[in-house]
């Protein structure tokens, strides 16, 4: 407890080497999120991060990497490996899928939890947000609805269950609306209503 009061108390997430412009600013890969080892030559390489690695030395804390999904341009979701982390052990992207996952989880949530929020004191609300995104782009009405779910929060497996369908069939339409609206993952897609909000 008192190795995060520190950190963020001392402000040594500002020296994170995961966090630097450089490796942010990488592209992504095709799941949405960018994975980085800890012995990425730019995070070890890292001038300004010497606060940070004394940090995980006077703690003890291991370091395996980290997942950075991008939300906007200047907003990440960072999920790291840290613990009693050996270079021995797995390394991150043996869990990448994981972490990315619930990376998506959390990026979709607190996207619904701040879209909801604009509906609350905004004129124009998400749900005319939605009616332009179905117009402008043709969105069925089945479409419609998925997107309505996505901006609830909802999982695809949640989404199935709600409109009585199978799972694949709903990661069928999320990826025809994506390639129709132009985004490649949920966070975009929300992001995108909420530009329109």
């Not at 009061?5 to 890969?29: C, K, M, N, W």
């Not at 010497?50 to 370091?63: C, D, M, N, P, T």
């Not at 332009?132 to 695809?156: M, P, Q």
Request: net charge negative; glycine share 8%; charged share 25%.
């Amino acid at each position: 407890m008192a190795a995060l009061q520190d950190y963020s108390a001392a402000g040594i997430f500002t020296h994170d080497p995961f966090l630097s412009q450089e490796v942010v600013r990488r592209r992504v890969g095709e799941k949405g999120w960018l994975v980085v080892e800890s012995n990425d030559c730019e995070v070890r390489e890292d001038m300004c991060a010497s606060e940070y690695w004394a940090f995980l030395s006077r703690y003890k804390i291991g370091v395996g990497g980290a997942i950075i999904k991008p939300i906007t341009s200047d907003v990440f979701l960072v999920g790291a490996l840290h613990g009693d982390y050996r270079p021995s052990d797995a390394s991150i992207a043996t869990v990448a899928d994981e972490m990315g996952g619930v990376l998506d989880c959390a990026a979709s949530r607190l996207m619904s939890v701040a879209i909801g929020a604009l509906d609350q004191g905004n004129e124009i609300s998400t749900v005319d947000a939605l009616n332009g995104l179905v117009d402008r782009y043709r969105l069925s009405e089945r479409d419609s609805a998925i997107v309505s779910l996505v901006k609830s929060g909802l999982l695809n497996k949640q989404i199935a269950h709600e409109l009585s369908i199978p799972d694949y069939t709903v990661e069928n339409h999320l990826r025809r609306i994506y390639r129709k609206l132009g985004v490649h993952n949920r966070s975009a897609l929300l992001s995108l209503m909420f530009s329109r909000a």
